[in-house]
């Protein structure tokens, strides 16, 4: 029988319930579901892939080690999230950027948009798609020149004038009318649709294998790093807009090759869910995929440049505050008039 009045009774403050996961494992996480897209790329573009990466993630954790140490902010580099911009912001770049401007795009990703703002989960657009959208505001001639990964490999060191390039899928796509047809023609005839799954196609280092990607993906949600809300909105109103209104080709094959040309896999599973700049909730979560796919189709079809996923995600970003406000669930004894009435303030 209990003692009661021997009974010794401790007081915290909540959570009383904790769980395993921290910002570490969960980064963790990432970095494994990553790796079997960063092995293509080696296997694709050659070891400037793994190098690349390699300088991008020691550069993030410098930056971010360098700010807090002058900040005399406690450090937070062992938490891998540094290490994860770096991986991402090199995926988003081609496999011929020179190591000091992938270095210059580390300080932008992670002082600017990072560190001024607080640190982790105070950011409010994601480090690494704004550092890949400076550096192609800075050097676009760069940022948008691809290797044919069927010609050559990418040097490790030294000039890449001799390196024989090619369009990404995505620029044959680009355009109306006859034109976009003749060249989507010639798309099809260069790269199959499994060639375009697999990753056999010229691209950003990270983004050619939707195959890895999914994989990636599959992962995390298995792991419930990220749910399925986001990439599923995403992806699946790129699909519907894209088989619904295609500009060449039969509508199947119109959006097979939307779907997995370009960075769209990789944004909706590692830069769509990011939990620092997507809404918390499940419903938030599924408008705010939806908005990313929208946009992206519509800067596809209307815009000037060819991919859409960056811009999207980071504009989607901005909306997070509002999509959180409305989709928030109502407090258990909350009547909906009161709702609205909190809503309305």
């Known amino acids: ?70 900040m005399h902010k406690p450090q937070s580099v062992g938490d891998l999230s540094a290490v994860v911009t770096g991986m991402l912001l090199a995926f988003v770049s081609p496999v011929t950027t020179p190591y000091w401007m992938i270095i210059i795009g580390a300080f932008f990703a992670i002082i600017v948009v ?4 607080g640190g982790i989960g105070k ?59 003749t060249s989507f023609a010639e798309l099809t005839g260069k790269y ?19 195959l890895c990607l999914i994989l990636g993906g599959a992962y995390l949600i298995w792991r419930k790093v990220i749910n399925w809300q986001t990439p599923v909105g995403y992806i699946g109103t790129v699909a519907v807009l894209t088989f619904l209104f295609p500009k ?6 119109w959006m097979l090759y939307s779907l997995f040309g370009g960075g769209l896999m990789l944004g909706a599973f590692f830069m769509a869910t990011d939990y620092a700049t997507s809404p ?13 796919g929208l946009f992206t189709v519509f800067i596809r ?23 959180d406000k409305y989709t928030k669930p109502a407090r258990f004894g909350v009547v909906k008039s009161d709702k609205k009435e909190a809503a309305a303030k």
């Not at 060449?248 to 094959?253: D, H, I, S, V």
């Not at 918390?280 to 990313?292: A, D, S």
Request: with cysteine.
């Open 114 to 117: 990072k560190q001024l703002f």
């Open 123 to 181: 950011n409010f657009v994601n480090p690494a798609l704004a550092g890949r959208a400076f550096l192609l505001g800075s050097y676009a001639g760069v940022m948008t020149t691809w290797i044919d990964p069927a010609a050559n490999k990418a040097p490790l060191f030294g000039s890449t004038a001799d390196i024989v390039t090619s369009a990404t899928p995505l620029a044959f796509m680009k355009g109306t009318g006859d034109a976009v047809a």
């Open 280 to 292: 918390v909730t499940k419903k938030g979560q599924l408008v705010f995929g939806i908005g990313c």
């Open 301 to 323: 079809y209307f815009g000037s440049y060819n991919e859409g996923v960056c811009y999207s995600i980071m504009v989607m970003n901005l909306c997070v505050a509002l999509i």
């Open 192 to 210: 199959t649709v499994t060639d375009m799954f697999l990753g056999n196609i010229g691209g950003s280092l990270g983004e050619v294998s939707a």
């Open 1 to 70: 029988m209990t003692d009661y009045k021997n009974l010794k009774l401790i007081a915290t403050s909540s959570p009383h319930i904790r769980a395993a996961e921290n910002t570490r494992s969960i980064m963790l996480d990432v970095i494994v579901a990553m790796l079997p897209a960063l092995a293509w790329a080696v296997w694709m573009f050659g070891f400037k892939a793994l190098t690349l990466t390699a300088v991008s993630v020691a550069a993030c954790m410098f930056w971010e080690w360098l700010y807090r140490n002058l």
């Open 248 to 253: 060449a080709g039969t509508n199947l094959e």
